[in-house]
Nanobody, 129 residues
Framework: VQLQASGGGLVQVGGSLRVSCTAS????????MAWFRQAPGKEREFVAA????????FYADSVKGRFTISRIGADNSIHLQMRSLKSEDTAVYFC???????????????????????WGQGTLVTVSS
């Protein structure tokens, strides 16, 4: 399975942007898909996750209420709608899919990058003031 992220770009503080991730080379099905981000000089951090089977979403506290993760039907894509963007949201955003333990779908599990099997190449989001 290959993941392709798209939609990054330059946006002003307070603006909105949507990034998307499409899977190819296989069917994602009911697996968990997620977004992580990595700012310059910082470690990769969890942003949001979507569990298709459990119809659940998970968010980092830093983006809760501003970002929305979604997946439409059985589409092999997930989207991250970002609103009220802040300069600290500037980062490369990576999509990830499929946990190494599909039975463990909790916030601690879905927010752990090492649990994901597939990763996309990342898309840069720059929020300017």
């Amino acid at each position: 399975v290959q993941l392709q992220a798209s939609g990054g770009g330059l946006v002003q503080v307070g603006g909105s942007l949507r990034v998307s991730c499409t899977a190819s080379g296989g069917t994602i099905g009911s697996v968990v898909m997620a977004w992580f981000r990595q700012a310059p000089g910082k470690e990769r951090e969890f942003v949001a996750a979507h569990s298709w089977s459990g119809r659940r979403t998970f968010y980092a506290d830093s983006v809760k209420g501003r970002f929305t993760i979604s997946r439409i039907g059985a589409d092999n894509s997930i989207h991250l709608q970002m609103r009220s963007l802040k300069s600290e949201d500037t980062a490369v955003y990576f999509c990830a899919a499929d946990l190494n333990d599909r039975t463990l779908i909790t916030l601690p599990a879905v927010s752990s990058s090492w649990r994901y099997i597939y990763w996309g190449q990342g898309t840069l989001v720059t929020v300017s003031s």
